[in-house]
């Protein structure tokens, strides 16, 4: 008797675990869908890992047309602002690459353009060159017409010289043609060491 009841008292656990187990199942399957739907509004707040086969790029990739960047410090050849800075250019101009200073600029997406990463960023490379209102070829037309009124050197900025080649009248014409020589070769350069605009 004791044997019967025991087995009754076995079959009867197993059906109230079976029932436990099914309300388990039943009850488990929302909450997996909730927890589900919990990662993925957490994923959509949390940015995922960059996936470079995706729609977007790193905006530290982006060409200049989208980014409004800085313009580099100018330091004035003081080398003790830019090592507590860090960045800047001790100087501008160059005629080669060799001589332009490079240096880095702080960089910002525009608002209307998608893309990965920090939207404020530094950019490396940039070019310590400044370009004013001094064209190359305007200024070798008025050093070939008229840089014996000293012209051309009006238009560099070169006050001075200008004026003294106006009163000697381009130096009897040897100051003229040796002006316009030191133009093509790159050896007469504006006063306040900009470059020549390449934009007309």
């Given at each position: 008797?004791?044997?019967i009841?025991?087995?009754?008292?076995?079959?009867?656990?197993?059906?109230?675990?079976?029932?436990?187990?099914?309300?388990?199942?039943?009850?488990?399957?929302?909450?997996?869908a909730q927890?589900?739907?919990?990662?993925?509004?957490?994923?959509?707040?949390?940015?995922?890992?960059?996936?470079?086969?995706?729609?977007?790029?790193?905006?530290s990739?982006?060409p200049?047309?989208?980014?409004?960047?800085?313009?580099?410090?100018?330091?004035?050849?003081?080398?003790?602002?830019?090592?507590?800075?860090?960045?800047?250019?001790?100087r501008?101009?160059?005629?080669s690459?060799?001589?332009?200073?490079?240096?880095?600029?702080?960089?910002?997406?525009?608002?209307?353009?998608?893309?990965?990463?920090?939207?404020?960023?530094?950019?490396?490379?940039?070019?310590?060159?400044?370009?004013?209102?001094?064209?190359?070829?305007?200024?070798?037309?008025y050093?070939?017409?008229?840089?014996?009124?000293?012209?051309?050197?009006?238009?560099?900025?070169?006050?001075?010289?200008?004026?003294?080649?106006?009163?000697?009248?381009?130096?009897?014409?040897?100051?003229?043609?040796i002006d316009?020589?030191?133009?093509?070769?790159?050896?007469?350069?504006?006063?306040?060491?900009?470059?020549?605009?390449?934009?007309?």
């Amino acid at each position: 008797m004791r044997i019967i009841l025991l087995i009754m008292a076995r079959s009867d656990k197993e059906q109230a675990q079976t029932v436990v187990s099914g309300t388990a199942v039943q009850s488990v399957v929302p909450v997996q869908a909730q927890s589900q739907s919990g990662s993925n509004s957490a994923a959509s707040t949390v940015p995922s890992a960059f996936n470079p086969l995706g729609p977007n790029v790193m905006c530290s990739f982006l060409p200049r047309d989208f980014l409004e960047c800085k313009e580099p410090i100018d330091h004035r050849n003081n080398e003790t602002a830019k090592q507590v800075k860090g960045y800047g250019c001790l100087r501008f101009g160059g005629s080669s690459y060799e001589d332009v200073e490079h240096t880095k600029v702080q960089c910002t997406v525009y608002t209307d353009i998608d893309c990965y990463g920090a939207r404020t960023f530094f950019r490396e490379g940039v070019p310590c060159v400044r370009y004013t209102d001094h064209y190359f070829v305007t200024t070798l037309i008025y050093s070939m017409l008229l840089g014996f009124l000293g012209m051309d050197r009006f238009c560099l900025g070169q006050t001075g010289t200008a004026v003294g080649k106006l009163l000697t009248m381009g130096g009897v014409g040897v100051w003229w043609i040796i002006d316009v020589i030191l133009l093509i070769t790159n050896n007469l350069l504006p006063e306040d060491g900009s470059n020549w605009n390449p934009y007309v």
